[in-house]
Each structure stands twice: as C-alpha cells, then as structure tokens.
C-alpha cells in the first residue's frame, strides 16, 4: 500500500522520484562547510571590528548594519548546522542547506555596502 500523497502528479516527488533519495557528490558538503565556516568567521570578525573597536558614534546606519550581521551569523549557524547534518547527503536537503546560505551571503553583502556607505 503505497502513499496516495507521493503519486499525485503535481508532487515534485512524483516528478523525479530518484532525486529523492539521491546523493550528493563527493566533495560538494566540505566545499560548502568551508564556504560557510570562512564567511562566519569573517562576519564574526566584521561584527566584532564594528560593534566593539569601532569608537564612531553610533548612527541609524551602524545600527542597521549591526542588526543585519546579527542576522547573517544566525542564517549562516543555520546553513553550518544543515550541512553538517547526515541528512544533507540527499540532494534536496542540499539545495535547501545552498538557499539558506546564499540568503545570508546576500545580506552580508547588503550590510557591508550600507557600512561602506556610512
């Protein structure tokens, strides 16, 4: 007795049913794990140059930027936590692992031209 909800044909399961369970290359997963673990860490540096050394007053633009980063190192802990997980050997969870990363490389860089800007 097979799942009614798999079948359906408007289900991407049902479209490319190998893609489910298919793996990841080798070599993709520690590519993004350093990917991710070396904007984290370049972030976590940014962040501590801007919110602690930094001795400018704080403006509506340092605050913006502060809060943006913050935001990036969580979307950036979550993409780690993904790609270290067994799980993210399957390609859809991969891909998911890639979205959330690439959201927080694109805020990074939203947040670093608004602190160029300042």
């Known amino acids: 007795m097979g799942n009614n909800e798999e079948n359906k044909p408007g289900n991407p399961a049902a ?4 893609e489910r369970y298919r793996q990841v290359p080798q070599g993709f997963r520690p590519g993004l794990i ?3 673990t070396v904007l984290l860490g370049f972030s976590l540096t940014f962040l501590r140059f801007w919110g602690v050394e930094d001795v400018s ?4 633009h340092a605050l913006g930027v502060t809060f943006a980063l913050g935001v990036v190192i969580a979307l950036q802990i979550v993409a780690l936590f993904r790609a270290l997980r ?8 991969y891909r998911k692992t890639v979205r959330w990363f690439i959201a927080s490389t694109i805020l990074l860089l ?7 800007l300042d």
Not at 15 to 18: I, L
Not at 86 to 93: G, K, L, Q, Y
Not at 110 to 116: D, H, S
């Open 15 to 18: 479209a490319r049913p190998e």
């Open 34 to 36: 350093t990917a991710i």
């Open 57 to 60: 007053h704080w403006t509506w």
């Open 86 to 93: 067994i799980e993210d050997d399957e390609v859809r969870e």
């Open 110 to 116: 939203v947040g670093l031209l608004v602190a160029a």
